[in-house]
């Protein structure tokens, strides 16, 4: 469990930096609830947001990965791979609500990465240990 943890603090970290641009955001706009259809604020929350809906499932399939004595070099790819994405996708957002390369990269390694370690589980629990 000690990989995960690196990872998962790299994304709880991220995800503070993106609450805290929300935060800031808000106070110095006197915005308390909703976005006041503040277009740069809509930007920060759907970033905020989409990594809190995102990450807690890489980061569980990740832990799966672990706990099941995955090669370290593997969790570590997908980790580097999350983390990456995250972040691509956070920097994309922000600029843009539009279609943008961060974005595309962002999301594509998130949810790639998401799709390799669910089938990299299953094939763990069919091949590997077949009922």
């Given at each position: 469990?000690?990989?995960?943890?690196?990872?998962?603090?790299?994304?709880?970290?991220?995800?503070?930096?993106?609450?805290?641009?929300?935060?800031?955001?808000?106070?110095?706009?006197?915005?308390g609830?909703?976005?006041?259809?503040?277009?740069?604020?809509?930007?920060?929350?759907?970033?905020?947001?989409?990594?809190?809906?995102?990450?807690?499932?890489?980061?569980?399939?990740?832990?799966?990965?672990?706990?099941?004595?995955?090669?370290?070099?593997?969790?570590?790819?997908?980790?580097?791979i999350?983390?990456?994405?995250?972040?691509?996708?956070?920097?994309?957002?922000?600029?843009?609500?539009?279609?943008?390369?961060?974005?595309?990269?962002?999301?594509?390694l998130?949810?790639?990465?998401?799709?390799?370690?669910?089938?990299?589980?299953?094939?763990?629990?069919?091949?590997?240990?077949?009922?």
């Amino acid at each position: 469990m000690r990989i995960t943890g690196l990872y998962a603090a790299l994304c709880a970290l991220l995800i503070v930096v993106l609450a805290l641009r929300v935060a800031y955001y808000r106070i110095s706009r006197k915005v308390g609830v909703g976005d006041n259809g503040d277009r740069a604020l809509i930007k920060l929350i759907r970033a905020h947001g989409n990594a809190v809906e995102n990450v807690p499932i890489a980061l569980l399939l990740l832990l799966l990965l672990e706990l099941n004595q995955t090669q370290p070099l593997w969790i570590h790819a997908c980790g580097i791979i999350l983390v990456i994405g995250r972040i691509a996708h956070a920097i994309g957002l922000s600029r843009s609500t539009g279609a943008s390369l961060a974005r595309m990269i962002g999301v594509t390694l998130t949810w790639g990465v998401i799709l390799v370690m669910a089938v990299l589980l299953l094939w763990q629990y069919l091949v590997l240990h077949p009922l």
